[in-house]
């Protein structure tokens, strides 16, 4: 259907439209793949690279403390829907190009856009999750500019009256190691838009052209404008995460910003302490959340370098890129534009019913019912969170975690749920350090894992009535990745890794063990306490890691507090 | 068989006098005997020939599916017709095949009409003579030589009414030297192929599009009916958009009452077009004769304005007379804001074309230069050589109206104003109007010469003068010619009411047109 000329570069055109059949990979956004793991190295911050990058903060922090930065998101998500926002041509990702393509998505004259009632509740619904003041009536803007990915020469958003406004989101930031303790940020929003989304072009540099495919043109999304009350990348992350969640949790966006359903861009900005804010720049092709916290670091830390060799911050648009791990300024964009908004004339006002306004006549029962909708939210991550804090005492850090991961949540209630008498906070510390410790260490996900809420149940069960101890639980894990199908319980049974808890026995194994080493002993007593833990290891070979730990620690004590004495 | 109305001529098909077959070949042959007054940008001879086929069997089979079945139609070539070209008069469009059909279209379609063809259109409507078209100039076909005005009257019973409201006499019939080939009366515009495609029985009904005149200003001209129908009654899906806060379809008939069969076959809410009204459509019954006498008619002051003729000055208080004469309550009103219509419409004229342009780029569809240097020289090269220069002037124009700085001070303060003057109406029908009596034009048809002697811009400005209010307020507009002027042209006058009572309007445009009994052309020769 269309072919088009590359950019400025190249002179050349062929319009070939049977070339537009062909498939073409998705190609707007660099992605990377690190969102899956984040999880495990917050738990487990094993990687080198998430070593060096704390390392260089706290460093950094230090060389330019009077320096502030200040940072604001503009995030789009795509709205979940079947049809696009104004047309009833299909939304799936990855069908074949120029597929999904109605007659108004390639703004044929004549065509007019028919809004997607199911976009409209998705986007009250996302409103209300995030306590925004969700307008009685709203209007649609055209928003114009020449670029071949949009045919209509204008998208159709939502400019000077957007569906919602004056929202706020509150989020946990926590990264282990660098924060000793999760603390609460607050970022409020702007606005809620709904807005239609672009084509995409596809440059065949070898060719010397361009091709449009518009499957994506028309897509719904919702446009969330962020105040700039964000201080750094760590909390632009967390903010996103946070979104992440609640947009999930509502299913009103698939979030997979690998497939570009959720992009990011960020607005930063550096200022010396007690000075005016300084001129932003804002970056775009943010493809992860740790792309998220790297991309606005960088942003900083390139802007204060700019600044103290004596250079100027522009007002510019700068791509992150993944390769190179900075940001790059995009030269599409560098001229400033002047969008020309005007309303929408082919819809009407967009009209919802608030709390009271049944009474009024004119607002026909076929518009979108707010106070129905508040009735349909279901519980949003802050509010599971505090549950879980207030209800079953665990600590504010483990419940960030056990949030921000939903596989581990469902195994902590299917654990609850199945024997009240568990130890919330035992059952937290298996997930959370356990469960994920062996997973990543089998190099395996969480989607992907052996375990159930059963099995995971029974090894809190043995370790709270002490049947076992830690590194016994560990092996039993272990067992169960390895594909052993009995329950922990059996293979305690089975394999005899019962803990040994008889005091008489352990006694026995204790004096064996002192008897044995008597250098050991000798240089204990001579002050080295540093070698107790190399006499409890033997006690551990001995007893084949199944003696009650804590109480063999006391039992060589008291033995070898005897000796010293005597 | 040309002249009849489609109630006349539907009778005949429902007899079996005639066979839709046998209408649509003789409107063909009435078409290409017309070619030189260049009404048709494209006759769609094969698909009416099966259209009248079908409608054939139906009328044999008994399976009729209403007044419409089987009658010769055409629409303005801005409806998108499927598989049928469809160019806006615009060399970017001259090679565009819409896939699909217009509601209005397809409303015709399955009422069992034929279309006969695309009709001649100023470019993308812009214009009131139908004289900027790539395809050439529209004729009106009142002294064009081709037809003799008939003195047979087509409500020749009312022969009685007539003489007792007695209108100043006509001029002599045909007295007036036919026009030289190189200059003739022009048909009005934009919608000007479609007027004169009616005028001159080549078909029996058609559509035009009307955004500020553009229906009513060629109906007017071309001597016959000419309706607006409230904002929101019809579908403009398919309608390629001049302003779309403004554009309806427009009905062009010979008589009222054909006006009224149209319309009951295309209002009604299409899912779409959000800007349809949802309420169910109840179609119009004008079977029962209103009494005149409850009517009260208002004559607003502000549409008497400079540059208007004599003879539409008279004709204007003829027909004010005839109804007071009848019975009703004729007052002066006054509307304030009439005279800033114009001024109001070009800015949000402007400023809409400017956006409905930009579709226009040469990727999608319609024409694309050899230009390939780059996308953006490919883009301006497309829309300097697609445009004329009309188009490429408001572009610039809106585009500047739309400017951040500019906003406020064009674009919002032209809404306000177009808020004044939908007001004005409402200030009317509250205080008991029941329709306004105006001159649909200042003047009867111009000739071509005197038409270009101004530019399109003028020409507009004061072609629309009394037509382009009710654009503004959204309501019902229908013009009806009178009788003939001086130079053998139709004289019409324009009828407004509130919006959604088409019902009431027609009723009284239909009073009038009985009673005026203006002389039809003798169309069978």
């Known amino acids: ?566 | 068989m040309l002249s009849l109305s489609i109630r006349q001529i539907s009778r005949k098909l429902k007899d079996g006098a005639l066979l839709p077959s046998d209408v649509c070949a003789a409107c063909l042959y009435q078409a290409e005997k017309l070619k030189t007054l260049n009404m048709f940008v494209r006759l769609t001879k094969e698909v009416a020939e099966i259209q009248a086929k079908e409608a054939d069997s139906r009328y044999k089979n008994g399976n009729i599916r209403c007044l419409l079945d089987g009658i010769p139609v055409a629409v303005k070539d801005n409806y998108c017709t499927l598989n049928v070209e469809t160019t806006c008069s615009s060399q970017m469009l001259e090679n565009f095949k819409p896939q699909y059909n217009a509601t209005m279209v397809q409303k015709l379609q399955n009422a069992g009409a034929v279309l006969l063809g695309k009709c001649n259109m100023d470019e993308f409507a812009m214009g009131s003579g139908t004289v900027d078209s790539i395809h050439g100039p529209s004729k009106n076909i009142w002294q064009s030589g081709k037809c003799a005005t008939s003195i047979e009257h087509v409500h020749s019973v009312k022969v009685k009414c007539r003489e007792f409201y007695q209108l100043s006499p006509p001029s002599s019939k045909g007295s007036c030297s036919t026009v030289e080939e190189d200059d003739w009366f022009i048909a009005g515009g934009s919608s000007g192929g479609s007027a004169v495609a009616v005028a001159s029985g080549t078909v029996f009904a058609a559509l035009g599009s009307d955004t500020g005149g553009s229906t009513r200003n060629p109906a007017a001209y071309c001597g016959v009916v000419g309706l607006k129908p409230s904002y929101g009654l019809l579908s403009r899906h398919g309608l390629i958009p001049l302003v779309n806060s403004m554009d309806v379809p427009g009905i062009l008939t010979r008589t009222v009452d054909d006006a009224v069969t149209l319309l009951n076959v295309l209002a009604g809410y299409d899912p779409l077009d959000s800007t349809t009204i949802r309420d169910d459509f109840i179609p119009l019954d004008l079977s029962q004769d209103i009494d005149i006498s409850k009517m009260r008619i208002g004559i607003p002051q502000e549409y008497h304005c400079p540059g208007i003729s004599d003879e539409v000055l008279e004709t204007w208080s003829e027909v004010a007379d005839i109804l007071e004469k009848a019975g009703a309550e004729v007052v002066s009103v006054s509307m304030p804001h009439t005279p800033s219509s114009i001024a109001c419409y070009s800015v949000l004229n402007q400023c809409e074309v400017a956006s409905n342009m930009a579709r226009y780029d040469g990727i999608e569809f319609g024409l694309r230069t050899a230009e390939n240097r780059s996308t953006e020289e490919l883009y301006a090269s497309t829309r300097s050589q697609g445009f004329n220069e009309i188009v490429r002037g408001r572009i610039l124009a809106g585009n500047y109206f739309l400017l951040q700085r500019n906003y406020s001070q064009y674009f919002v303060q032209a809404l306000k104003v177009r808020r004044l003057i939908a007001q004005d109406f409402a200030r009317v029908w509250s205080s008991g109007i029941d329709v306004l009596l105006t001159p649909t034009t200042l003047t009867d048809a111009p000739r071509y010469s005197q038409f270009i002697s101004r530019d399109n811009r003028e020409q507009c400005a004061s072609q629309d003068y009394c037509t382009q209010p009710a654009n503004m307020a959204g309501c019902p507009a229908v013009t009806i010619p009178i009788k003939l002027s001086k130079q053998g042209l139709p004289l019409s006058l324009q009828l407004m009411s509130q919006n959604y009572r088409e019902n009431l309007l027609l009723a009284i445009a239909r009073w009038i047109e009985s009673v005026v009994d203006f002389p039809h052309l003798e169309l069978d020769i």
Not at chain 1, 110 to 125: D, I, K
Not at chain 1, 359 to 364: C, M, Q, V
């Open chain 1, 1 to 566: 259907m269309t072919v088009i000329y590359n950019g400025r570069k190249y002179a050349f055109a062929f319009a070939i439209t049977t070339l537009f059949t062909r498939r073409c990979s998705f190609c707007t956004t660099n992605v990377s793949t690190d969102s899956g793991n984040f999880i495990l190295r917050k738990v487990k911050p094993s990687s080198s690279q998430i070593a060096r990058y704390t390392n260089e903060a706290i460093f950094k922090n230090k060389t330019r403390s009077h320096w502030k930065a200040v940072v604001g998101l503009e995030v789009h998500a795509q709205i979940t829907s079947t049809s696009k926002l104004f047309s009833g041509a299909g939304t799936e990702f990855g069908a074949p190009v120029n597929t999904n393509v109605s007659l108004f998505d390639a703004a044929i004259p004549g065509t007019l856009p028919v809004l997607n009632r199911r976009c409209v509740e998705a986007g009250v619904l996302t409103a209300l999750a995030l306590s925004c003041r969700v307008n009685p009536v709203s209007v649609f803007d055209r928003k114009h500019y020449f670029y071949a990915d949009l045919p209509a020469g204008y998208q159709i958003t939502q400019h000077r009256l957007p569906l919602a406004q004056e929202g706020e989101l509150e989020f946990h930031v926590f990264i282990p190691d660098v924060h000793h303790k999760p603390y609460i940020k607050k970022s409020c929003i702007k606005q809620l838009q709904l807005e239609q989304d672009s084509g995409k072009l596809l440059h065949d540099e070898e060719a010397c052209r361009s091709l449009v495919d518009l499957s994506r043109a028309g897509i719904p999304l919702m446009e969330l404008v962020f105040e700039p009350d964000l201080e750094d990348g760590e909390e632009a992350a967390a903010l996103v995460k946070e979104l992440i969640l609640i947009l999930q949790c509502l299913g009103t966006c698939s979030c997979k910003m690998e497939e570009g359903a959720l992009r990011v861009d960020a607005n930063v900005s550096v200022h010396r302490e007690g000075e005016p804010l300084g001129v932003r720049s804002e970056v775009k092709n943010i493809g992860s959340i740790r792309a998220v916290a790297h991309a606005v670091k960088y942003e900083i830390d390139r802007q204060v370098r700019t600044l103290e060799s004596g250079g100027v911050v522009v007002n510019e648009t700068r791509a992150w890129d993944t390769d190179s791990r900075q940001t790059v300024p995009m030269r599409d964009k560098e001229e400033k534009q002047d969008y020309r908004y005007m309303p929408e004339p082919n819809l009407p006002p967009l009209r919802v019913l608030l709390n009271g306004q049944h009474a009024i006549p004119d607002i026909k029962k076929d518009c979108v019912n707010v106070d129905c909708l508040r009735r349909k939210l279901p519980e949003l991550p802050r509010e599971t969170r505090e549950k879980l804090i207030n209800q079953y005492g665990i600590s504010a850090e483990s419940a960030v975690i056990l949030v921000n991961e939903n596989n581990l949540l469902k195994h902590f209630y299917g654990i609850m749920g199945e024997k009240k008498s568990r130890d919330p906070k035992l059952s937290t510390n298996i997930l959370i350090m356990e469960l994920l410790t062996i997973l990543n260490k089998n190099k395996l996900s969480l989607e992907t894992s052996p375990f159930s809420s059963y099995s995971l149940g029974e090894v809190v069960d043995l370790l709270q009535s002490k049947k076992v101890n830690l590194v016994t639980a560990r092996k039993l894990l272990q067992e169960i990745v390895s594909g052993n199908p009995q329950s922990p319980s059996e293979m305690v049974e089975k394999y005899g890794w019962a803990q040994i808890t008889d005091s008489s026995e352990i006694e026995d194994v204790c004096t064996a063990v002192i008897e044995q080493n008597p250098r050991l002993v000798e240089q204990f007593c001579a002050g080295k306490t540093k070698v107790f833990n190399s006499l409890v290891g033997k006690v551990a070979k001995i007893t084949e890691n199944r003696a009650n730990m804590a109480l063999v620690v006391k039992v060589l004590r008291d033995k070898l507090s005897k000796i010293q004495n005597s």
